[in-house]
Structures are given as structure tokens and as C-alpha cells.
């Protein structure tokens, strides 16, 4: 079975992609080595849109030691990208964001979340639709918890008229996504997808945020 993602942007048919293999729970051996880069270390989880954008924005922000491609937020076991694809499993392409604390805290990263996509579109980020795309801001303690909705409430106010549509969700498992998903905006610049989607997207945070950059 072929999963196809597609879209067409400034003018720009963009190629069709065909995916295939199987995802895991993120290998324990890989995320004790992320987590002994420095013994502070924690980890976010974020959904919004194509993981291949949100990969990228995270890491580019000052702090971020690794930030990882897979699928959370819903209810089947080992989700892959076929099967998310069908917009029945639950899931959202998702990325865990392996930061320090003493570089940069939770909230900040939830500002990252919120200032590099558009948290008011239900269930897509243009030009990518589906419940797989749909906007999620994962916490593992009350306290993250707190964190989110607080920034909701105040976007909600001063930005947003009250129109944001994340889910605020508990995080509960995580599944690596594919091996070619990883790093796939740095290490393929120049499919057509990364030219007019992700690195445009890139771009836009980098200017809208310069002081949250890695040097």
C-alpha cells in the first residue's frame, strides 16, 4: 500500500512521495544516549503538521540537543506512516524534542510550538490536512500542563480571538518514526516538498524569533 503525501504551492507541483516500512516505540539503548548528553536533559512533545517542518524548527532553537520524527496522541500499537496515513489509528506525526533545561526552558518551547504554525486550523497545517496533521501540545506533568494553557489563554486573547483548536494532551507513548524520516528536511534540501513547504516555514520562525537561534 502507498501512502502519497502531495501539495501544490506557489505555482509549484510538488512530487509525490510513496512511503513505506514500520515504526517502534523509540529504542530505549537510543533515548538513554539523548538523555546522557547531558544528565538535565528532558524531552517535549509537539504535533503540528508535517514532522519533517516541526523536526527542523526545533532544531534550530538554541538548547535543543535532538529532536526526533514519530507518531503519538492516539490508540493502535506501532503506527507507521501507511497506517497513520488513514486517518484512523489516532495518531499525529509528532516530534520529541530532547532539550536542557538550563538552555531553555518548557515554556519556551511551547512558544516555539505556538509561533511556528497555525494552532487555529482543525486538523492540518497547509498544505497538509488530515487528523495526522492536527495540532497537539503534549504534557507529561501537571506543571507543562499549566504551562500550555496558560499560553493558550493569552494567544487566545491577544492573538488568536479565541479561535486556537490544540489539543492539550497527556503523553503517554511515543513510536519512532521511519529512518528516512529522520533529519529529512536537512539531509534532502532539495526535494520538492522541503523547497516550498519546509524550508520556507523554516525561514519564517528563524525571522520571527533570531534570539531563540543556535549560534
Known amino acids: 500500500m502507498k501512502v502519497l503525501k502531495f501539495a501544490a504551492t506557489l505555482g509549484v507541483s510538488l512530487v509525490l512521495i510513496a512511503c513505506f516500512g514500520f515504526s517502534k516505540k523509540i529504542d530505549k539503548q537510543q533515548e538513554s544516549k539523548l538523555?546522557?548528553?547531558?544528565?538535565?536533559?528532558?524531552?517535549?512533545?509537539?504535533?503540528?503538521?508535517?514532522?519533517?517542518?516541526?523536526?527542523?524548527?526545533?532544531?534550530?532553537?538554541?538548547?535543543?540537543?535532538?529532536?526526533?520524527?514519530?507518531?503519538?496522541?492516539?490508540?493502535?500499537?506501532?503506527?507507521?506512516?501507511?497506517?497513520?496515513?488513514?486517518?484512523k489509528t489516532g495518531h499525529a506525526e509528532t516530534v520529541a524534542v530532547y532539550y536542557n533545561p538550563n538552555k531553555v526552558s518548557f515554556k519556551t518551547l511551547v512558544k516555539v510550538f505556538f509561533g511556528s504554525h497555525d494552532p487555529t486550523t482543525v486538523n492540518g497545517q497547509h498544505p497538509d490536512y488530515g487528523t495526522q496533521y492536527r495540532s497537539i501540545a503534549f504534557y507529561s506533568n501537571e506543571a507543562e500542563k499549566k504551562i500550555i494553557e496558560t499560553m493558550i489563554s493569552k494567544l487566545n486573547k491577544e492573538v488568536y480571538n479565541g479561535n486556537i483548536v490544540t489539543e492539550v494532551t497527556k503523553h503517554t507513548k511515543f513510536y519512532k518514526a521511519e529512518e528516512y524520516h529522520q533529519d529529512f528536511e536537512r539531509r534532502n534540501p532539495n526535494q520538492g516538498y522541503v523547497k516550498a513547504v519546509s524550508i520556507p516555514r523554516l525561514n519564517r520562525f528563524k525571522a520571527k524569533f533570531p534570539e531563540l537561534l543556535k549560534h
Not at 42 to 63: I, L, M
Open 35 to 87: 538523555l546522557l548528553q547531558n544528565k538535565n536533559t528532558k524531552v517535549a512533545y509537539f504535533a503540528s503538521g508535517c514532522f519533517w517542518c516541526v523536526e527542523a524548527v526545533f532544531e534550530s532553537v538554541s538548547g535543543v540537543e535532538e529532536a526526533v520524527s514519530g507518531y503519538a496522541g492516539g490508540h493502535t500499537l506501532n503506527p507507521t506512516y501507511n497506517s497513520i496515513g488513514t486517518g
